[in-house]
Structures are given as structure tokens and as C-alpha cells.
């Protein structure tokens, strides 16, 4: 019998498990916190600093000079003023170029102040100065322009593109999408609002773009494939917020609330800060930014270094398959990965059949499906090894989520809470649910409770150090785990 209980909480029924983990309780709850950077704004930060530090160089090196300690003393100066660089990307060009001129004026002034303080003029060449104070801003502004332009060539591809739903079509709703509309030659693309207030109640220049009520959400996301959603209801309308929240746990779209803080004293929590409006992420994945490129690197390193040192096991495995029973090598899966969106996934075959259709029986202990072979290679994972191509394709991630088959994901998005958000990421050879307990088969509905909240776990509390920590446990387990057949 399920051990599940349920109690009504914010964000709608709160499951527990039979390991009594909760998905919404305090010690598990999504804190607020600084966000990672993004890619343009960790470039920019550094950038900028480094640009100042290389024109010195070059233009000192250029005038004969050596690296003495006077240089190396104002490079570090340069590099502790100029730190952290500043986001240019986005601004209009002239803007950036004013931007830039006014930031580098105001560190020339206050290194001339130093200069004069402690007399130090006497150790740099007049001409490298001069040559520098023009240099640095110069590079700092060509590196704005190749960088915006390397950013809307980015956004040009199909996979890059972010739709965006508006919720409220108030004036804070309005802003919103003007500045989404901005941002189009960056990726993002302002599909419109939803509304239930009559005309009357809405910002004059977001009536065009209502699009639905606020109950047709699901039906609107799944119509314009919506990656983004901007919740901008008035904090009066907590209630309909957190049925709406509730109601797209049902989906794979990232969440942001946008309040109205006016008047409203902050005291604990971070906000993102798009274009002067606050908004607060509910629902995000943790790679975004800067720590989706340090996945990404070290899936691609890992997988690499993985394929090579197992390629002689592959090709064993491969001729085992192949003499254990009549039938393809390589088994491609239909599966469910980031966002929701399907992918194919390869493995070993380990059957004698091959179930990939609307309806697909997991394996059970003694299945007579698997073949004696293919039970040796389940039992160890060998069976999995296929996948880190997946990985280097981009379809999968070392650690993450498991996939389900598509059958079982329709299935089971109707019976566990938060279910969907398992696939704001992409799924994983391995996870933190499987290195828990949640390996195999999940024939009662309280295990694959525990493993979407495990799941769920890892999304809130991943680090590249957690990563390593599951893969060095997934091998200790491959040789003794139980669960595995």
C-alpha cells in the first residue's frame, strides 16, 4: 500500500515519500539567491580588465620596455579598478561607446591622482601612456561589438530561440514585453500575454497582444512551444499566482516572477535586474549562465576521456550483443530530455524484444525478455556505455536525471507532483536518485515518488564537486547494487 501523504502548501499538494523527503518542505526549498552570471556577463566581467591589462603590455613591449616591477605593480592596479567589467552586450552601440569612455576616464583620473601622490610617472614612458589611455578603450569597445554580434549569430539558430509568455498585461506587464521585444536579436522572442481583466483594466499598448485567459496557460505553452514564462499579476492576486505556479508544474518552462516592489522592502531574497525590473526566478534550471558552460565542459572532457579509456569494452560488449540473440547491436530509445522535448537515446540491447511504442512494460525481476547476456550487461550498467555519445552530441549529460520512456513520462506526469521538472535539465547516464536506492524498476508509484524527489534534489543543490561525487558512487554500486537487473 503507498506510504504518500499529502498536505496543501503553497505551490499546491506537498508528497512525501516513503522515505518521508519532501519536495516543498524549508530544508528543501529553493532559496533566493544570486544567480549564476551568464556567459555575456562572466565574459564581460572579465574582458574588460584583461583588455586594459593586455594594451598595457602590448604597447610597453612595443616601446622596447621590459616587464619590470612598476608595471607589473600598475597592471595589477589596473586589473583590482577595472574588476569586474560591466555587461555591454545589450546597450544600443553608441551608448556602450559612451559608457565605456566614461568608465576608463573616471580609472585614468584616479590612477593620475596616484601617479602624482607617490611620484611614480618617472618610471613609465610618456608615449606608452598616451598610447595606452587610447588603446585600451578602443579594444574594450571592439570586443562589445564582436561580442553582440557573436550573440545575435547565437541567436539565430533555432535551438537558441526563447518564446516568452507575459502573464498580466498591466503596465509592469507591458514593460516587460517591451523590453522582450528589445532583446528579439538576442533570442528572445514575446509571443503575449494572458489576461483575464477586461480592456479596460489593461496597459493600452498590451491589448493587441493578449493571446488567452490565465486558465489556458498549458493548452498556450504547448501551442507556441513557450520556454519562458513572466508572471507580472499584481502580489493582491497571491492565491491565482499560486494555482497558476501549481498549474505549470506541469510543464518544462522556466518561471519568473516579476513584482511590484513598490513600496515593498526586500529583506531576504535576490532578484535578477532586466533593464532596471526586478525579477525574481522561481522555476530555473541551475545550468544557466556560466554553470551550464562548465557542465557542458566537463561533460564533453569527461565522456572524452571515458569513450577512450572504455573502447575496448564497447567492442566486447558489441560482439556479445551480437551473438547473444538475432537483432540490431545498439537499441535507439525514444526518450524525454531538456525541456521536454524528445530525444533518442542509444544502449546495448539487453532484450530480445524491443518495446519503444505508445505502451512499454518495464523490465521486471526474471523478465523473460532479457536475454542471459543482456542480463549480465543490465546487472553492470554495460548496457548504458552507448550513451556518452549521447553526451557529446549534446542530447545528455553524464549526471542528471534518468530518461523515462515517453509512454511512462504521460503516465506519471498525471500522478507525481512536480514531476516535469526533472526535465529542465538534460537527462543523465547516472543520478542522485540511482546512487540512492532509485535504480531499476519502479513498480509502485512510491518509488518513483523518491526518485522524482531526489531528482529534484540535485537540481536544487548541484556543484560540479556533487557530480563527481555521483559518478565515483555509480561505479562503486555498478558491482554490488541489488536493484540492478
Same mark, same amino acid.
Given at each position: 500500500?503507498?506510504?504518500?501523504?499529502?498536505?496543501?502548501?503553497?505551490?499546491?499538494?506537498?508528497?512525501?515519500?516513503?522515505?518521508?523527503?519532501?519536495?516543498?518542505?524549508?530544508?528543501?526549498?529553493?532559496?533566493?539567491?544570486?544567480?549564476?552570471?551568464?556567459?555575456?556577463?562572466? /565574459?564581460?566581467?572579465?574582458?574588460?580588465?584583461?583588455?586594459?591589462?593586455? /594594451?598595457?603590455?602590448?604597447?610597453?613591449?612595443?616601446?622596447?620596455?621590459?616587464?619590470?616591477? /612598476?608595471?607589473?605593480?600598475?597592471?595589477?592596479? !589596473? *586589473?583590482?579598478?577595472?574588476?569586474?567589467?560591466?555587461?555591454?552586450?545589450?546597450? $544600443?552601440?553608441? $551608448?556602450?561607446?559612451?559608457? +565605456?569612455?566614461?568608465?576608463?576616464?573616471?580609472?585614468?583620473?584616479?590612477?593620475?591622482?596616484?601617479?602624482?601622490?607617490?611620484?611614480?610617472?618617472?618610471?613609465?614612458?610618456?608615449? !606608452?601612456?598616451?598610447?595606452?589611455?587610447?588603446?585600451?578603450?578602443?579594444?574594450?569597445?571592439?570586443?562589445?561589438?564582436?561580442?553582440?554580434?557573436?550573440?545575435?549569430?547565437?541567436?539565430?539558430?533555432?535551438?537558441?530561440?526563447?518564446?516568452?509568455?507575459?502573464?498580466?498585461?498591466?503596465?509592469?506587464?507591458?514593460?516587460?514585453?517591451?523590453?522582450?521585444?528589445?532583446?528579439?536579436?538576442?533570442?528572445?522572442?514575446? @509571443?503575449?500575454?494572458?489576461?483575464?481583466?477586461? /480592456?479596460?483594466?489593461?496597459?493600452? =499598448?498590451?491589448?493587441? &497582444?493578449?493571446?488567452?485567459?490565465?486558465?489556458?496557460?498549458?493548452?498556450?505553452?504547448?501551442?507556441?512551444?513557450?520556454?519562458? !514564462?513572466?508572471?507580472?499579476?499584481?502580489?493582491?492576486?497571491?492565491?491565482?499566482?499560486?494555482?497558476?505556479?501549481?498549474?505549470?508544474? #506541469?510543464?518544462?518552462?522556466?518561471?519568473?516572477?516579476?513584482?511590484?516592489?513598490?513600496?515593498? $522592502?526586500?529583506?531576504?531574497?535576490?532578484? %535578477?535586474?532586466?533593464?532596471?525590473?526586478?525579477?525574481?526566478?522561481?522555476? =530555473?534550471?541551475?545550468?544557466?549562465?556560466?554553470?551550464?558552460?562548465?557542465?557542458?565542459?566537463?561533460?564533453?572532457?569527461?565522456?572524452?576521456?571515458?569513450?577512450?579509456?572504455?573502447?575496448?569494452?564497447?567492442?566486447?560488449?558489441? +560482439?556479445?550483443?551480437?551473438?547473444?540473440?538475432?537483432?540490431?547491436? !545498439?537499441?535507439?530509445?525514444?526518450?524525454?530530455?531538456?525541456?521536454?522535448? =524528445?530525444?533518442?537515446?542509444?544502449?546495448?540491447?539487453?532484450?530480445?524484444? *524491443?518495446?519503444?511504442?505508445?505502451?512499454?512494460?518495464?523490465?521486471?525481476?526474471?523478465?523473460? %525478455?532479457?536475454?542471459?547476456?543482456?542480463?549480465?550487461?543490465?546487472?553492470?550498467?554495460? #548496457?548504458?556505455?552507448?550513451?556518452?555519445?549521447? @553526451?557529446?552530441?549534446?542530447? *545528455?549529460?553524464? @549526471?542528471?536525471?534518468?530518461?523515462?520512456?515517453?509512454?511512462?513520462?504521460?503516465?506519471?506526469? =498525471?500522478?507525481?507532483?512536480?514531476?516535469?521538472?526533472? &526535465?529542465?535539465?538534460?537527462?543523465?547516464?547516472?543520478?542522485?536518485?540511482?546512487?540512492?536506492?532509485?535504480?531499476?524498476?519502479? #513498480?509502485?508509484?512510491?518509488?518513483?515518488?523518491?526518485?522524482?524527489?531526489? #531528482?529534484?534534489?540535485?537540481?536544487?543543490?548541484?556543484?560540479?564537486?556533487?557530480?563527481?561525487?555521483?559518478?565515483?558512487?555509480?561505479?562503486?554500486?555498478?558491482?554490488?547494487?541489488?536493484?540492478?537487473?
Amino acid at each position: 500500500m503507498s506510504s504518500e501523504v499529502q498536505i496543501h502548501g503553497v505551490l499546491g499538494p506537498v508528497r512525501y515519500g516513503p522515505e518521508g523527503l519532501n519536495l516543498n518542505s524549508p530544508a528543501n526549498a529553493l532559496p533566493f539567491s544570486a544567480p549564476p552570471p551568464s556567459v555575456p556577463v562572466f /565574459a564581460a566581467a572579465l574582458l574588460e580588465p584583461l583588455l586594459a591589462v593586455a /594594451a598595457f603590455l602590448v604597447v610597453h613591449f612595443a616601446h622596447g620596455n621590459v616587464l619590470d616591477r /612598476a608595471a607589473m605593480l600598475l597592471s595589477i592596479m !589596473v *586589473m583590482l579598478l577595472v574588476f569586474p567589467g560591466t555587461n555591454r552586450f545589450y546597450e $544600443n552601440r553608441l $551608448n556602450a561607446l559612451v559608457d +565605456i569612455v566614461v568608465a576608463w576616464g573616471t580609472v585614468l583620473v584616479i590612477l593620475t591622482l596616484c601617479g602624482f601622490a607617490t611620484k611614480s610617472f618617472r618610471f613609465f614612458d610618456t608615449s !606608452v601612456l598616451i598610447w595606452w589611455a587610447v588603446a585600451t578603450p578602443v579594444a574594450q569597445y571592439a570586443s562589445v561589438l564582436i561580442g553582440g554580434a557573436l550573440m545575435r549569430r547565437h541567436a539565430r539558430h533555432p535551438d537558441a530561440r526563447r518564446p516568452a509568455l507575459v502573464i498580466g498585461a498591466g503596465t509592469l506587464g507591458a514593460k516587460v514585453a517591451r523590453i522582450l521585444q528589445d532583446r528579439r536579436p538576442f533570442g528572445h522572442d514575446f @509571443v503575449g500575454h494572458l489576461e483575464d481583466r477586461d /480592456a479596460t483594466r489593461c496597459a493600452p =499598448e498590451s491589448i493587441a &497582444h493578449i493571446v488567452g485567459k490565465i486558465g489556458e496557460a498549458l493548452e498556450c505553452i504547448q501551442r507556441h512551444n513557450i520556454r519562458d !514564462v513572466y508572471i507580472t499579476l499584481p502580489l493582491s492576486s497571491q492565491p491565482r499566482i499560486d494555482r497558476l505556479i501549481a498549474d505549470l508544474h #506541469d510543464s518544462a518552462v522556466s518561471i519568473y516572477f516579476v513584482p511590484d516592489v513598490a513600496g515593498v $522592502n526586500v529583506i531576504q531574497g535576490r532578484m %535578477r535586474n532586466m533593464d532596471g525590473v526586478p525579477v525574481v526566478s522561481l522555476l =530555473e534550471s541551475p545550468f544557466v549562465g556560466i554553470n551550464g558552460l562548465f557542465k557542458r565542459i566537463s561533460d564533453i572532457v569527461l565522456s572524452c576521456v571515458i569513450l577512450v579509456l572504455i573502447s575496448p569494452v564497447l567492442l566486447a560488449v558489441a +560482439i556479445g550483443v551480437k551473438r547473444s540473440s538475432p537483432g540490431p547491436i !545498439v537499441f535507439k530509445q525514444r526518450r524525454n530530455g531538456v525541456d521536454g522535448k =524528445e530525444i533518442t537515446v542509444y544502449k546495448f540491447r539487453s532484450m530480445s524484444t *524491443m518495446d519503444n511504442g505508445a505502451v512499454v512494460k518495464q523490465a521486471t525481476r526474471g523478465d523473460a %525478455r532479457i536475454t542471459p547476456f543482456g542480463a549480465f550487461i543490465r546487472r553492470t550498467s554495460l #548496457d548504458e556505455l552507448p550513451q556518452f555519445i549521447n @553526451v557529446l552530441q549534446g542530447r *545528455m549529460s553524464i @549526471v542528471g536525471p534518468r530518461p523515462h520512456a515517453v509512454a511512462h513520462n504521460a503516465q506519471y506526469r =498525471e500522478l507525481v507532483q512536480s514531476y516535469m521538472l526533472r &526535465h529542465k535539465v538534460k537527462p543523465g547516464i547516472t543520478g542522485w536518485a540511482q546512487v540512492n536506492g532509485y535504480r531499476g524498476e519502479t #513498480d509502485t508509484l512510491d518509488k518513483m515518488i523518491g526518485r522524482v524527489q531526489y #531528482d529534484i534534489d540535485y537540481l536544487r543543490n548541484w556543484s560540479l564537486t556533487m557530480d563527481l561525487r555521483i559518478i565515483a558512487k555509480t561505479v562503486k554500486l555498478t558491482f554490488w547494487d541489488k536493484n540492478a537487473y
